[in-house]
């Protein structure tokens, strides 16, 4: 039962590293398992509420304290959000949060219309605050809701501390709307959110705060770490320490072919998310990542430009306009997705308009990296002979588990 238990407690940890939030568990046992194993990794399991969900939900915060380290990131700090919508953000947590006394998470219920005017009068574009307000800061968790109704999302919640203590100390020069003074000031239907973990005033071990930095950092970190920004992993210890924590979330340590250090889901999980659909991209997102890989991993390697099976290639980019040859799909729709998928990692730029395999692909096991090659010979040759074999094999492996279960 205790296996069971942390393997589900796991199993929720890894559904939040996937979607960023997750339905709150109704087994108890398994929330206060997954908010250990959280703390074990310098973080905590957050209890929230917003108007988009009827029940409790649980996220993943930082304790005070805990927090990415940027000089340990190296290159590989995540891309920053653009100057637009650093802007319209703040304007939405201007209009939700007027006293920086009190915490910013629910805040104040406000209109997106009114933000969206402060924002034009500011100089952006009016293209570009109605992606911020409709797709961008929505798909980050930061506001939810819509026009009159559209309130800050329960990712502030999860802010770290460090982040929310600069926001109260620059509280004065957040961008204040246009009406600001004839807003109505109704509350946001939500709670404030609740930390799960058991208070530990006992501060770390050093040898659990250098392995607790470590993970935050391959989860953090927009691509692989080198093995001089990780250097702790080269020692055996440290690194068993590191696996064990990360096992614990639902993650693993990976090395990539090229030597460097990166965490992915092991492979139980990752069919396990799969099978329920935690994570999944639309069609039109797969179609489009499918044809980037095609264009600048498969093709290439199968005109002999590259000899390696790896989805990290940047030698060969492919444009918008080649992958709209495809004509099943619009440019809009390739446009949509590629911006969704370059916020997943999953696909990268190479200069402007070029685009390549993205850091997220190098998270992927052996075994995923076969199974993606495999999707890819389907796609192109359903009725081949070996796609065939592999829709054979991958049936009698799915059988195979249920008949040694079957009395």
Same mark, same amino acid.
């Given at each position: 039962? $205790?296996? /069971?238990?942390?393997?589900?407690? %796991?199993?929720?940890?890894? *559904?939040?590293?996937?979607?960023?939030?997750?339905?709150?568990?109704? /087994? %108890?046992?398994?929330? *206060?398992?997954?908010?250990?194993?959280?703390?074990?990794? @310098?973080?905590?399991?957050?209890?929230?509420?917003?108007?988009?969900?009827?029940?409790?939900?649980?996220?993943?915060?930082?304790?005070? @304290?805990?927090?990415?380290?940027?000089?340990?990131?190296?290159?590989?700090?995540?891309?920053?959000?653009?100057?637009?919508?650093?802007?319209?953000?703040?304007?939405?947590?201007?209009?939700?949060?007027?006293?920086?006394?009190?915490?910013?998470?629910?805040?104040?219920?406000?209109?997106?219309?009114?933000?969206?005017?402060?924002?034009?009068?500011?100089?952006?574009?009016?293209?570009?605050?109605?992606?911020?307000?409709?797709?961008?800061?929505?798909?980050?968790?930061?506001?939810?809701?819509?026009?009159?109704?559209?309130?800050?999302?329960?990712?502030?919640?999860?802010?770290?501390?460090?982040?929310?203590?600069?926001?109260?100390?620059?509280?004065?020069?957040?961008?204040?709307? =246009?009406?600001?003074?004839?807003?109505?000031?109704?509350?946001?239907?939500?709670?404030?959110?609740?930390?799960?973990?058991?208070?530990?005033?006992?501060?770390?071990?050093?040898?659990?705060?250098?392995?607790?930095?470590?993970?935050?950092?391959?989860?953090?970190?927009?691509?692989?770490? $080198?093995?001089?920004?990780?250097? =702790?992993?080269?020692?055996? @210890?440290?690194?068993?320490?590191? !696996?064990?924590?990360?096992?614990?979330?639902?993650?693993?340590?990976?090395?990539?072919?090229?030597?460097?250090?990166? $965490? @992915?889901?092991?492979?139980?999980?990752?069919?396990?998310?799969?099978?329920?659909?935690?994570?999944?991209?639309?069609?039109?997102?797969?179609?489009?990542?499918?044809?980037?890989?095609?264009?600048?991993?498969?093709?290439?390697?199968?005109?002999?430009?590259?000899?390696?099976?790896?989805?990290?290639?940047?030698?060969?980019?492919?444009?918008?306009?080649?992958?709209?040859?495809?004509?099943?799909?619009?440019?809009?729709?390739?446009?949509?997705?590629?911006?969704?998928?370059?916020? *997943?990692?999953?696909?990268?730029?190479?200069?402007?308009?070029?685009?390549?395999?993205?850091?997220?692909?190098?998270?992927?096991?052996?075994?995923?990296?076969?199974?993606?090659? !495999?999707?890819?010979?389907?796609?192109?040759?359903?009725?081949?002979?070996?796609?065939?074999?592999?829709?054979?094999?991958?049936?009698?492996?799915?059988?195979?588990?249920?008949?040694?279960?079957?009395?």
């Amino acid at each position: 039962m $205790t296996d /069971d238990i942390e393997y589900r407690a %796991a199993l929720l940890l890894a *559904a939040l590293r996937a979607e960023g939030q997750a339905e709150y568990p109704t /087994d %108890a046992a398994v929330t *206060a398992r997954a908010a250990q194993a959280a703390a074990l990794a @310098g973080r905590a399991v957050l209890q929230v509420h917003d108007a988009d969900h009827a029940q409790a939900a649980v996220r993943l915060g930082w304790p005070a @304290g805990n927090a990415p380290n940027e000089d340990l990131l190296g290159s590989q700090l995540p891309p920053p959000l653009s100057r637009v919508i650093r802007l319209v953000f703040a304007v939405c947590l201007r209009a939700a949060w007027p006293d920086p006394s009190l915490p910013p998470y629910p805040g104040h219920v406000f209109d997106a219309g009114l933000v969206a005017q402060t924002c034009l009068d500011l100089g952006a574009r009016a293209d570009r605050i109605a992606a911020a307000l409709d797709r961008v800061l929505p798909g980050h968790g930061l506001i939810a809701g819509t026009g009159a109704q559209s309130h800050l999302g329960p990712a502030v919640a999860a802010l770290p501390g460090p982040v929310k203590a600069a926001l109260r100390r620059g509280h004065h020069l957040l961008p204040r709307l =246009a009406s600001d003074s004839a807003q109505p000031r109704a509350e946001a239907p939500a709670s404030p959110p609740a930390d799960l973990t058991a208070p530990d005033q006992a501060p770390p071990p050093s040898n659990l705060q250098v392995a607790r930095s470590l993970v935050t950092a391959l989860e953090t970190a927009h691509g692989p770490l $080198t093995v001089h920004e990780v250097g =702790a992993l080269a020692d055996p @210890g440290t690194r068993a320490q590191v !696996e064990e924590i990360l096992a614990g979330m639902g993650r693993c340590l990976v090395r990539t072919p090229s030597g460097t250090w990166t $965490t @992915g889901y092991p492979d139980a999980v990752a069919a396990e998310l799969s099978a329920a659909g935690v994570g999944a991209l639309s069609s039109a997102e797969r179609a489009v990542l499918a044809l980037v890989l095609v264009h600048t991993v498969a093709l290439p390697r199968a005109l002999g430009r590259h000899a390696h099976d790896q989805w990290d290639s940047r030698r060969h980019p492919v444009t918008v306009t080649e992958l709209a040859r495809n004509r099943a799909l619009a440019q809009t729709a390739i446009r949509q997705a590629l911006r969704t998928l370059s916020a *997943a990692g999953m696909v990268d730029t190479a200069g402007p308009g070029n685009f390549i395999p993205g850091p997220a692909l190098q998270r992927l096991s052996p075994a995923r990296v076969s199974a993606l090659w !495999e999707d890819l010979i389907i796609a192109g040759r359903p009725d081949g002979h070996l796609a065939r074999a592999i829709l054979e094999r991958r049936a009698a492996e799915e059988a195979a588990p249920a008949h040694r279960e079957s009395p």
